[in-house]
């Protein structure tokens, strides 16, 4: 069950309309990395775990709270999207029409009427497919820390966008919670490896010896870059404890692939001799 408050988690009002500094943050809002992917992220892993108890009651609070940050994002631009005050009587920067809409989004007065939706920046729809609920914690944490990093990184972006200083405070909020959530997954991260539920490589359940040995810690070189192996990728102990990295260049291990002649009744290009014979046959028929 869901509930809502009209108090805004955060206060979110601009201290002047700007609609080009609207559509920028239509990015955060419905962007890949935005407020609306991180909400609908956390809490279909949430309605979807099968684990009862505090991962799953903490994927539902903080899905929850996101749902908060699209509310106030959206308030934001519908604020930011207000017809500007009039002009003073000494006012000589020649404002017109043209000037106020002609770095905003169209469609944010012509579809919406003056307000936000569920677009990026560039007015291209949110889509259910940046959402991952995989049912396995600890891959799905992972890819939140990245969620929360991704998001964070363009807020800061958007931060030198605007000398507004009632978006700047909002982007200040919206950074800390980021700040804040990426902590939290690497927390949960490690509760999980604590708690024995899983562990690198994911699945860790999946048995290790059906695994091949030969390829299971190697980094392969497989570019002309010398300083590939330099790192702690390729040499050194393993995350996961069961032994050490090595390097090897890379390789054929498998054999040249030859494909059987298509179907006929799907018209491919067949193989040469093939086509040869088909030739033959037909100068055949025509002596």
């Not at 207000?82 to 469609?107: C, F, L, R, V």
Request: charge should be negative; glycine fraction near 10%.
């Amino acid at each position: 069950m869901f509930t809502h408050q009209k108090a805004l988690q955060f206060t979110a009002k601009p201290d002047a309309p700007d609609p080009a500094f609207a559509r920028r943050f239509q990015e955060v809002l419905g962007g890949k990395w935005g407020e609306m992917t991180v909400a609908l992220q956390y809490l279909y892993q949430g309605w979807n775990c099968r684990l009862p108890g505090k991962y799953k009651d903490m994927l539902m609070a903080i899905g929850t709270e996101e749902l908060s940050h699209v509310e106030m994002i959206t308030t934001m631009i519908d604020q930011l999207l207000d017809k500007p005050g009039a002009m003073a009587a000494d006012d000589t920067t020649g404002s017109t029409q043209a000037s106020e809409y002609g770095a905003q989004n169209p469609q944010h007065t012509i579809v919406n009427g003056g307000g936000a939706y569920p677009h990026d920046s560039n007015g291209v729809p949110w889509s259910g497919a940046f959402v991952t609920a995989s049912g396995n914690l600890m891959a799905d944490f992972h890819l939140n820390v990245t969620a929360e990093m991704q998001g964070r990184l363009q807020v800061a972006r958007l931060f030198h966008m605007t000398d507004d200083q009632g978006v700047k405070d909002l982007i200040r909020f919206l950074v800390t919670r980021d700040h804040m959530h990426q902590m939290q997954w690497l927390s949960a991260i490690e509760e999980l490896k604590a708690d024995g539920l899983d562990d690198i490589p994911v699945p860790e359940a999946f048995p290790l010896g059906e695994e091949f040995e030969e390829f299971d810690r190697t980094f392969i070189q497989a570019s002309d870059g010398a300083q590939a192996t330099d790192g702690r990728w390729a040499s050194g102990p393993a995350p996961d404890g069961r032994g050490d990295f090595r390097s090897a260049v890379v390789q054929a291990h498998g054999q040249e692939p030859e494909l059987a002649p298509g179907d006929p009744r799907l018209y491919g290009t067949n193989p040469l001799q093939e086509t040869k014979g088909l030739i033959g046959k037909a100068k055949d028929a025509l002596k």
